[in-house]
């Protein structure tokens, strides 16, 4: 068997090669390149798919993010120097989006279990300039929890979803995107709704928020030559919204299939060495288990580099989510004196296993093989 890779990308979108090309053909023949009817059906569509009134495209995911923050603002929601509680383990740019707006960034601790924010650490760090909590569905599993709306209420707070990883979990029969005040999604090649190249989208059910997160990524017009605001250009292109389009139609049967290896992951592998992630609803049959999208399949051991290099060494590719957390980063120097235990042991200690719609039943049971046969 050839070596397995961690994502084939070639592999995912030639299953849709042939719409995808009629796609690029027909924005060609066009001649219309943005804010056309790509963009209006991609988003009439992923709105209908989350249940949700309104989504907006954006060129990316970390301007999604930075663009709810940034209308919040405007909308008198917060204002410079506010805080934004976010667990430390994510991925940067959730960060990012937040200090891109002078908000701060509060860290906060993830489960061990979960990999996601710890809801019971959250009230200790709200301050009067609390504003937000962002919760991210971390490898595509739910962040969600009656605690944590509770908590919302009574300190007054936005929920804002990075749903970056997470497109197609549900939480009890909502999709996430839907759940909080606003959600950002990044559609980067690599994730579960992949474009080709980069773009975004913002959801929500807040007529205000939509509408000026319409206008500021659009150079803050509603109206064009007309500026009411100071905007960003962060617009979903045609061409990658009428790839999106095609792919979401298959985003639920993809899902699925991430849900069936993910399940066969978990129960053949029986090596002690190795930690298994926890899916919420673990007495539910994963396959069945909406909760989580499984856009990362992520594993603990004490001796992680060692089992990425045997891995190699059976040519299985595998990722690290991610080696460095924020607040060690340089982009973060005056978070470097931070300390947070739960975070640092994750970052030493996970590796992604390859997880994907177009990896085959053999590739996984190899997978398998050789995990269970690693030793000290
Ligand atoms: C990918 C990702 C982003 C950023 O999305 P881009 O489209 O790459 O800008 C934000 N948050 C999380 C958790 C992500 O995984």
């Known amino acids: 068997m050839n070596s397995i890779k961690f994502l084939d990308l070639q592999k995912i979108n030639a299953q849709y090669a042939a719409q995808l090309k009629q796609v690029a053909a027909d924005v060609i023949d066009s001649g219309w390149f943005l804010m056309g009817k790509q963009l209006d059906n991609f988003e009439t569509n992923l709105a209908e798919f989350n249940g949700v009134k309104h989504a907006i495209g954006v ?22 120097g506010d805080e934004v509680i976010v667990p430390a383990n994510t991925y940067i740019a959730s960060l990012l989006a937040i200090s891109d707006n002078k908000l701060v960034p509060v860290l906060v601790e993830p489960n061990q279990k979960t990999f996601n924010i710890d809801f019971d650490l959250i009230e ?11 919760v991210v ?3 595509g599993q739910v962040c969600w ?13 936005k929920i804002i979803e990075d749903n970056a990883q997470a497109i197609g979990a549900e939480y009890k029969g909502t999709k996430t995107g ?10 980067y090649p690599g994730k579960n709704l992949g474009a080709l190249g980069d773009a975004g989208a913002v959801t929500t059910n807040d007529d205000a928020l939509a ?55 978990l129960t053949e592998i029986t090596n002690p060495l190795i930690q298994l992630p926890f899916p919420i609803n673990s007495n539910v049959k994963v396959g069945e288990n909406k909760e989580h999208s499984w856009h990362l399949f ?19 590719q595998t990722l690290i989510h991610y080696p460095i957390p924020p607040n060690k980063q340089l982009a973060y120097a005056v978070m470097n004196h931070l300390d947070f235990p739960v975070t640092n042991d994750i970052h030493n200690e996970v590796l992604s296993l ?17 995990i269970n046969l690693f030793s000290i």
């Open 59 to 80: 060129a990316n995911g970390l301007d999604a993010l930075r663009l709810i923050l940034k209308a919040y603002i405007d909308l008198g929601v917060m204002k410079e």
């Open 124 to 134: 200790r760090s709200i301050t009067s300039k609390t504003k937000a909590i962002m």
């Open 137 to 139: 569905h971390l490898y």
């Open 145 to 157: 929890d009656e605690k944590l709306e509770i908590l919302a209420k009574k300190h007054n707070l």
């Open 178 to 187: 839907n759940l909080g005040d606003a959600a950002g999604f990044s559609f």
């Open 211 to 265: 509408e000026q997160v319409r206008a500021l990524g659009n150079y803050g017009s509603k109206q064009k030559y007309v500026n009411e605001f100071q905007g960003l250009n962060s617009r979903l292109d045609e061409i990658q919204a009428g790839f999106l389009d095609v792919k979401l139609k298959y985003i639920d049967t993809e899902n699925q299939y991430r849900r069936q290896i993910a399940e066969r992951y």
């Open 298 to 316: 992520v594993v603990r051991t004490q001796d992680r580099n060692r089992l990425q290099k045997y891995l190699a060494e059976n040519d299985i």
């Open 354 to 370: 390859p997880i994907s719609p177009v990896l085959a039943n053999e590739e996984v049971t190899k997978v398998i093989e050789a």
